[in-house]
C-alpha cells in the first residue's frame, strides 16, 4: 500500500477518519483513527492517526493509555498540553458513561452494584485511593467521601476520619471502597486489619460497614462475600 503524504487533508477524501465518520459512523474507524480524530494534527513527519498509532503501541491499548497522566501523553513528540487535556478529559468522560448513570441516584444493594459503578473510574488509577460511600436505610448513595490517597495503612485510614461525614449526614451505613495499582484484587493482610478495625470502630458508633470492596484490573473482591468482615 503506498504511503499516504503527512497531512491528512491531502489524503483520499474516502480514506480519511473525519470524513469516513461523519457519513458511515464511529464503529467503522480504527482505535488508532478514532484517537487520531481527537490529536487533531500530527507532526511535519507524521499525522495524527500515525501518532496515536504510536501511542497504541507504546502502551499497548486504549484502557492502558486511559490511565496515563497529561505529564506522560506530552512525552510524545507532537502531544502538547491542549491534546493531551483534550484525551484525558475523553478518556474520563468513557469511564463516567461507562460508570452507569448518576452516582447522587445510585442504589447498592449487592458488591456487585459498587463492583460495576467504581471499576471505570478506578481501576485504572496510578495510586491506591480509599473512598466511602455514605448510604441511607434503603441503600441509597448520600455521599461519597475521599478519605485517602496513596500507600493504604492505619495511618492514613483512620476511622475518625471515615466515620466523620457519615455522623454529619447522618448515614445508615458506608461502605469502603479502594483500588489496588497492582491489577491484583486480592485483599492483603493490612486490607483485612483496617477492615476489621473500621468495622469495629463503626459498631461503637452505630454505623454499619456493609462491606469493604476492592477493585482491580482484574476485577473485583468483596470482603462482605468473602466472610472477612
Do not use: C
Not at 491528512?8 to 461523519?22: A, D, F, N, V
Not at 471499576?119 to 434503603?138: C, G, I, Q, T, W
Amino acid at each position: 500500500m503506498a504511503e499516504f503524504p503527512y497531512k491528512i487533508t491531502r489524503w483520499p477524501k474516502k480514506e480519511r477518519p473525519r470524513e469516513r465518520l461523519l457519513e458511515h459512523g464511529p464503529q467503522y474507524l480504527t482505535e488508532a483513527e478514532l484517537l487520531g480524530i481527537l490529536i487533531g494534527k500530527g507532526t511535519r513527519k507524521k499525522t495524527a492517526v500515525d501518532l496515536a498509532r504510536e501511542i497504541l503501541d507504546q502502551y499497548g491499548s486504549l484502557q492502558k493509555i486511559s490511565s496515563r497522566s497529561t505529564a506522560e501523553l506530552t512525552a510524545f513528540k507532537g502531544i502538547g498540553s491542549a491534546k493531551a487535556a483534550i484525551l484525558s478529559a475523553a478518556f474520563e468522560l468513557a469511564r463516567r458513561i461507562q460508570s452507569r448513570g448518576d452516582s447522587n441516584k445510585k442504589s447498592f444493594k449487592r458488591s456487585s452494584d459498587v463492583a460495576n459503578h467504581y471499576l471505570p473510574l478506578m481501576r485504572d488509577l496510578r495510586k491506591e485511593v480509599f473512598k466511602v460511600l455514605l448510604l441511607n436505610r434503603a441503600n441509597r448513595l448520600i455521599k461519597e467521601v475521599m478519605i485517602s490517597e496513596g500507600t493504604l495503612d492505619a495511618s492514613i485510614v483512620h476511622p475518625r476520619d471515615v466515620f466523620r461525614e457519615a455522623l454529619f449526614e447522618p448515614a445508615a451505613g458506608v461502605i469502603l471502597i479502594h483500588n489496588h495499582p497492582s491489577g491484583n484484587p486480592n485483599p492483603s493482610e493490612e486490607d483485612i486489619r483496617i477492615t476489621k478495625q473500621l468495622v469495629e470502630a463503626g459498631r461503637l458508633l452505630g454505623i454499619r460497614v456493609y462491606d469493604h470492596i476492592i477493585l482491580a484490573e482484574e476485577g473485583y473482591r468483596s470482603l462482605a462475600d468473602d466472610g472477612l468482615l
